[in-house]
């Protein structure tokens, strides 16, 4: 039986910051390869202030430069080289266990420990509440406006002690409400057995669902409707989540979970509901462009929906109403899945053998091969969100003029999944592919603009620091260090001698390991590789060119050499080979 015991023991918490202080540490080295070039103190992340947080969950653990090595031996699994982040993680905690050894009375554990028991008095302590959290901008880079408004998320960040308390309710509550929720739903869930092992289903799941649906019926026969909310997040209603939550709290089978553990996490969920609205805590920083400054972004702006709230008839006034949940809490991802559970259930209930329903968080994907059953299955979806308070991004009906204006919209009433002779798409997109009605794979164009801005951003970083004048390195090391970032960023730290081995792991290939070799996936990955290929070489003719305006000596002549040899990055290390080649030599490779 699941008791909330085990997910608030001591080995547990350790688990779960040695995780963020993993995450912390390859964040940091981001920063870090800036700061090789530079000695400017705005790169010195050394000296720089953290954030309380950061400054406090380093304070747990021995210093950076102290961590144990790896043995040779655990830098393997099962043949594979482990990713740079299990072998961190080994670091980590071999680290801990020799201090736990050989130096006990270090005040890393002893402020680890009593870290621990705050947590646990948090937790099992009525009198203990989650803290405000502080609202950071996010800017959406597809959603600045023409006249010049940047549109930002409200991302929620908590201080460490809530953020762990809110993660360890969020585990617990998720592993005994997950059994209630549809296979279909994909986003947010606890592990299952999945291809014979033990793991979270992921986006990657839900499209091979459609694949495996597709196989199903001849090609062209297929009628789709999708749905995308309007800013669930921060529109879902208080009283709303608070009822369905009682409901779950309610169902049989929750006798045989401790009484006093059910009550502690509800007490730190409805906490979690009373110190965050998004009409009262986010809504009033439009007023405050000086909050937006602070994180260097002009004429910011959260984005509001409260007309569609008030003409869809939800509330009368939105002063006093309760409504939005923090994103980036670990509990909202929980609600989500709660409050749509009800809808879910709704459209499975129509099920007969032959009707396909996904949902990833709020998106949401319906097929069928019968067109009126499908648009049956959406219009009670539809409803089912209207009676919950939601709001969507108005369904287009088809016929689409243009393939522009086919993806430009976020919800699309139902249309055919074949031919466009037929009046149809011959795609449709669903969390960040595009499936093709003859079983092809691409990637959405949004998602590959958005791979390639960030290729700009890199370059543009480093080449910043050449005009520096406390750049202290060699213009041939900064080249270096530039074309390194781009092929960790989209390959994964690869290199010659492990490249048909290594696991893809936080990079922009493993997000998009579905990806078939078709002529579409081609064109998009060799584009990826061509624009990354431009950048350098522009890069290369900027150094050759401040290069020439100065005179060289030994030194220069040497970086210049360096710069100019012949530097190996060709296909092992492309988006092209690593995403489709890899494939075919190794049918296992991820």
Known sequence: MLSLSYFSSEAYIIDMLCRLRVKLAHHRNKNHLIHLHTTAKKHNYHVSQGTKGEELLTSLFPPRKQWRTVVRRKRMKNGVPRSSTEKTMLSLQATLRYYRYNRPDAPCLSRLDNFIKEVQDGIYGGAYKIGVPKIIPKLKEDKASQTGVNICRPIASFELKDKLILSITNRYLTAIFDRYFIDHSFAFRSKRTIKGKRMCPTHHDSVEEILSYRKLFPAGTLHVAECDMMKFFDTVNHTVIKKIFNQFFGRKGMECYPAKDLSNARRILYNYLDVYTFNKTVLPLNLKQSHFDRFKIPNG?????????????????????????????ALSGLIANVVLHGVDRKITAMQDGKLLYLRFCDDMLIIHPNKEKCNHAFQQYLSGLRKKKLVVHPPVDPPYLTAKKFWSEKSKSCYKWGNESTMGSPWIGFVGYEIHYEG???????????????????????????????????????????????????????????????????????????????????????????????????????????????????????????????????????????????????????
């Open 301 to 329: 702006e959260y984005a509001w929906v409260g007309n569609e709230l008030i003409s869809n008839g939800y509330y009368k006034r939105l002063a006093r109403a309760k409504i939005g949940i923090p994103q980036g809490g």
């Open 440 to 590: 092809h794979i691409r990637v959405r164009k949004s998602s590959l603009l958005k791979e390639m801005k960030k290729q700009f951003r890199v370059v543009g970083d480093l080449k910043l620091i050449l005009k520096d004048p406390h750049c202290r390195s060699g213009k041939g090391s900064i080249y270096e260090s530039v074309a390194s970032r781009l092929i960790g960023m989209s390959v994964g730290r690869v290199t010659l001698w492990n490249y048909n081995q290594i696991v893809n792991e936080m990079c922009w290939v493993s997000g998009y390991r579905l990806l078939s070799d078709n002529k579409y996936s081609r064109i998009q990955l060799k584009r990826l590789d061509s624009s990354r290929n431009r950048l350098l070489l522009k890069l290369r003719m900027l150094l050759a060119k401040m290069q020439s305006e100065v005179k060289p000596n030994a030194e220069d002549e040497q970086e210049n050499i360096k710069m100019t040899e012949s530097i190996y990055y060709g296909s092992p290390f492309s988006y092209y080979y690593q995403a489709l080649k890899a494939r075919e030599s190794n049918p296992q490779h991820t």
